[in-house]
Structure formats: C-alpha cells, structure tokens
C-alpha cells in the first residue's frame, strides 16, 4: 500500500517473521468475542508490533484491553456479565448523538461511557442528501476514509481516554457498524502502537466475516437508517474494503508524510505518547 500506517519501521531480517506471526493471529480463536447481542466485537491482542531495532525483544498487542465493536445497546445479561469479567470500564463511543440516543448502549456496572462524536447534526436526510450526489457508493465511502482533515474532533480525545487508561481498565472503542468509525480509530492506534499496514488491513477486513451471517436485506442501522438505497450502494457502504482504508493512507501520507507526523501533529500523539500507548498496550511476544 501507499502511505506508511505504522508509526515504526521493522528491521528488514524481522519482517517476514512478523508478517507469519500476523498470519496467525488474526485468526486466534480470542479474536472474535462470541455475544448473543452484538456482532463484530472483536480483542485487538496478538498482533505482532514492529521493533526499532534488531535487538529489541519481539512485542505484540496486548490481550484484553483494547476492543472494538459495533453498536452494543442489544447485549443481554449474558453479555454485560463478560464484559464486567473482561473489565471492559472505559467505553468510547463514535456515534453521533442522534444514533446513541435512539440506541443507548448497555454497560457494566461502574463502566463509564464518553461520547466522541463528531460535533455534527446528521440526519439520515442528511445523509441521503450526501449519497445523492456520489456516484457510487464505493466513491462515496472512500472520500469519506479520505476526510482526514475533519479527525482531529473524534480521535484527539480517543486517544487522550487511551493514555489516561488506569492499568486494571479495559477499553472499548464502538459506533454502529464497527467498521468505518472504528476501523479509522483502529488503524491509527494499531498504527501508533507499531503493528504493520499489511496487518492492520487484515484486521479491518475481518469485519466482513463477523458480518458475513446478516442479510442483505436486513435494516441499515445508525445514520442510514429509514434511506432508500440500491441494494449495491448498501452493500457498498457496509462493506469493508481495502481501497476505504487505503484511502485514509493515502490522505494521511499526502498531507503529512507519516502516520507518525499526522500523529503528532493532529492528534497532539507525539514520541512521548507514543511510548506511554506502548508501555500500556503492548507486551512481550511469547
């Protein structure tokens, strides 16, 4: 891919290593957690973080504190229980406030939820209005990835939650679908954190498996409930796709040459935080 999505560059005599490692673990079985009331929830343990040096110790993603999702308002008793048990108390919303008012999620007792909306008023008549005038909903979704000038907003304080994380906390980070929103706020904190484009890619896909069971037919949720959309601009836009992803890439690399420089300098995630979100998030690959 275009563009450089992680925030380190592995040593050449590692890569391979790190790409079969990446291999396996996105499909670990701890991958997907298994909810009766939500889909796409997903651990984001196990993925192989790249080393500065060639003598640093091999590191991975952390297991079990940090999570992604889509909207979690249905989960039953069950499911609030896990969470609970997998400390999962710090719980980070990218919907607007329209979307989580209609769908209020549901929490573990002491669980405190904070919203980073956008800032904006969208309404489903707002939305029609925007994919009337695309023409295709592939185009559509790739200027969206592409948008990146607008991110500062919702993923400034994405990250600030994520280094403020007490050590016995787990995070969630959710919207709707758990693909666009939160596969964006994915790829930059895996990014941050050392994993591979190659990797973060796979796990942005994975996406279209948790999904693959839901219908075609079946109701659009969130900002694009009640629109009347051709049956392949739905599929468009739910889909993951790895031009959406390579479009915030592209716009990232455009703009600001490195992950790294659009973190520090949107984001405010410079060296220093950069390290803190490692001490905290990663650990030794064994």
Request: charge should be negative.
């Amino acid at each position: 891919m275009a563009g450089n999505m992680s925030a380190s560059e592995p040593c050449l005599a590692s890569s391979v290593r790190l790409s079969a490692l990446a291999d396996t673990a996105a499909t670990d079985p701890r991958r997907i957690v298994p909810l009766q009331g939500a889909v796409n929830f997903r651990d984001l343990g196990g993925y192989p973080v790249a080393a500065a040096t060639a003598t640093d110790e091999p590191r991975r993603v952390r297991w079990g504190r940090l999570y992604r999702a889509g909207a979690i308002h249905e989960l039953t008793g069950a499911d609030i229980a896990m969470l609970g048990a997998r400390r999962v108390f710090t719980v980070l919303d990218f919907r607007e406030s329209s979307e989580a008012a209609k769908a209020p999620d549901r929490l573990p007792a002491g669980a405190v939820r904070y919203g980073l909306c956008s800032g904006g008023h969208d309404s489903p008549d707002d939305w029609a209005h925007m994919l009337a005038k695309a023409e295709s909903g592939v185009r559509f979704m790739c200027g969206f990835y592409a948008a990146t000038g607008s991110l500062a907003v919702r993923y400034r304080p994405f990250f600030e939650r994520l280094l403020a994380l007490p050590d016995d906390h787990a995070a969630l980070f959710h919207c709707t679908i758990g693909k666009d929103r939160t596969g964006i706020g994915a790829a930059l904190l895996l990014g941050a954190l050392g994993v591979s484009e190659e990797t973060i890619l796979t796990d942005y896909l994975l996406t279209n498996t948790c999904r693959a069971a839901i219908p075609d037919d079946a109701p659009v949720p969130g900002l694009l409930d009640g629109i009347k959309l051709h049956p392949q601009v739905t599929r468009d836009l739910l889909s993951a796709r790895p031009e959406y992803l390579q479009s915030l890439h592209d716009s990232i690399a455009g703009a600001h040459g490195t992950l790294a420089g659009f973190l520090q300098n949107v984001l405010g995630v410079g060296p220093a935080e950069v390290a803190v979100l490692r001490e905290k998030f990663t650990e030794p690959a064994v």
